[in-house]
Nanobody
């Protein structure tokens, strides 16, 4: 019913930049929070950045001052601009959204399939 599709991952040298995009589609009435998570090999999935429906943002301390999250609510998209990338940023990045479906009074969490980001030293 809801699909989240990420794009923009890839291989970049340390200090470089990447821009991840997430597009939501399906029987969507509204989207509350949208977020980016990441999971490195052998580690737990962690929250990287979140943006509310009102545009308030928060980012983890590990990426503060380097990553910026934004969204276009009309287009149902979220973007993660990543600057000053470090090898420790290497992970699979997942888009997450709290979505209320049409004809529903409840919201549910949805995940994208993930996109690989690899930062070489």
């Amino acid at each position: 019913q809801v699909q989240l599709v990420e794009s923009g991952g890839g291989l970049v040298q340390a200090g470089g930049s990447l821009r991840l995009s997430c597009a939501a589609s399906g029987s969507i009435s509204s989207i509350n929070d949208m977020a980016w998570y990441r999971q490195a090999p052998g580690k737990q999935r962690e929250l990287v950045a979140l943006i509310t429906s009102g545009g308030a943002t928060s980012v983890s301390d590990s990426v503060k001052d380097r990553f910026t999250i934004s969204r276009d609510s009309a287009k149902k998209t979220a973007t993660l601009q990543m600057n000053g990338l470090k090898p420790e940023d290497t992970a699979v990045y997942y888009c997450n959204a709290d979505v209320r479906l049409r004809y529903s009074d409840r919201s549910s969490m949805y995940w994208g399939q993930g996109t690989q980001v690899t930062v070489s030293s």
